[in-house]
């Protein structure tokens, strides 16, 4: 029962640094973390990206990221257009004024980035890493569990 608890309240304080960190990374670099992911992401990609693609490389509910979309659309910062090939297919393409206002964000980005890391040590950051892998994969099974037993009733 204590390693229960002990391991909730980790959960928990997860929940609250993830918060913390993207209401900080909002404030500091003037966008907020599901934007700049994909603003991130397409400044990245050379060319249009389908919208399927962007959603698994962002991490993000597809109807999620068709929202964050059409806001970014509306402030000129993407276009979408239906692939030629595919009018099932949306793709969707970073704009110059998208790009700027990517090339603007990314120095304040490093400087909030090396202010949260200074004091969190290289190896401290490979266990962190290691352990949030666990932790994915752990959650991951248990979707899949829960999956297959919905499925076998």
Do not use: C
Not at 53 to 65: E, K, N, T
Not at 79 to 86: K, L, N, V, W
């Amino acid at each position: 029962m204590e390693l229960e608890r002990q391991s909730l309240a980790v959960l928990q304080q997860f929940g609250r640094t993830y918060r913390a960190y993207a209401s900080a990374f909002e404030q500091r670099i003037g966008h907020p973390l599901p934007r700049w992911r994909i603003l991130y992401a397409l400044y990245g990609h050379e060319g249009p990206i389908a919208q399927k693609p962007l959603a698994d490389r962002v991490g993000m509910d597809p109807g999620a990221l068709t929202r964050q979309l059409k806001a970014l659309q509306e402030l000129g910062w993407i276009e979408r257009t239906t692939s030629e090939r595919d009018n099932r297919m949306t793709n969707v393409t970073l704009t110059t004024a998208g790009r700027d206002i990517v090339d603007q964000a990314l120095p304040r980005r490093s400087e909030f980035l090396q202010e949260v890391l200074v004091n969190v040590s290289e190896t401290t950051m490979h266990n962190l890493s290691k352990g949030l892998a666990q932790l994915e994969a752990g959650i991951a099974d248990a979707v899949a569990r829960t999956t297959a037993e919905r499925d076998a009733a």
